[in-house]
């Protein structure tokens, strides 16, 4: 099956600039997550979509960061303006809670690596 | 509240070494666990998954304990291989609250030729 598609790979922007980066899951998986990966740390969620309703954003900084998912498939986060602490690399994850049982882990995206300067 | 530690922080082996990575977690009521291998400037590719109600997982030389009772899991890599270097993350997924998974911050491992 293809994996997580994530775009761009790579993005360097001024502060207080806006980005927005794009994520389509893994065909039929219902629910969708945004992660952001500070160097030397374990990936932090910001959003969780259950098809296109938001589960968990409780982590995500509302005044700056955006996310949304159109018809419970692709899915955009947004920063806007960026700060310098943005700097990271975003991961975009699907999973489906149904099916099989091997089918309840997770499967990544290669992320797109956010320089803020 | 859910925490992920794992230990050590870096690892550095001679080729050809048997290895063993520990996670552990401070909440034993999870649904899943699982564990992650992530190359430098690349996403996360998923090794091995072990639900709650299984004691390990292998695949290849790899095998993944769970040890629900006692917070803790190892992932044991055998005969290292300089293609092992990467950084290893576990990862427990919460039985509720639409299944939230909390990360570790992973052990980096360099396997020397």
């Known amino acids: 099956e293809a994996g997580v598609a994530q775009s761009p790979r790579y993005k360097i922007i001024e502060k207080r600039q806006s980005v927005a980066f794009w994520c389509n899951p893994i065909?039929?998986?219902?629910?969708l997550y945004w992660y952001q990966q500070i160097l030397g740390q374990g990936p932090k969620l910001l959003i969780q979509f259950q098809n296109n309703g938001v589960v968990d954003d409780s982590q995500l900084p509302k005044d700056r960061f955006s996310a949304e998912r159109l018809k419970g498939v692709d899915s955009t986060l947004k920063i806007q303006p960026a700060k310098l602490e943005d700097s990271a690399v975003y991961l975009c994850?699907?999973?489906?809670?149904?099916?099989?049982?091997?089918?309840?882990?997770?499967?990544f995206g290669s992320g797109t690596r956010l320089t803020v300067v | 509240k859910q925490e992920v530690t794992q230990i050590p922080a870096a690892l550095s082996v001679p080729e050809g070494e048997n290895l063993v990575l520990n996670c552990s977690f401070t909440?034993?009521?999870?649904?899943?666990l699982q564990w992650f291998r992530q190359d430098p400037g690349k996403g996360l590719t998923s090794l091995l998954l072990i639900q709650s109600s299984q004691r390990e997982q292998t695949s290849g030389r790899l095998n993944a304990s769970l040890d629900k009772s006692s917070g803790r899991s190892t992932l044991y890599i055998a005969a290292s291989q300089p293609g092992d270097s990467a950084t290893y993350l576990c990862?427990?997924?919460?039985?509720?609250?639409?299944?939230?998974?909390?990360f570790g911050a992973g052990t980096r491992l360099f396997v020397k030729a």
């Open positions: 990862a427990v997924r919460l039985p509720n609250g639409g299944f939230k998974t909390i």
């Open positions: 994850a699907s999973s489906s809670l149904s099916g099989h049982r091997t089918n309840y882990g997770y499967t």
């Open positions: 909440d034993s009521a999870i649904y899943n």
């Open positions: 065909s039929g998986h219902a629910t």
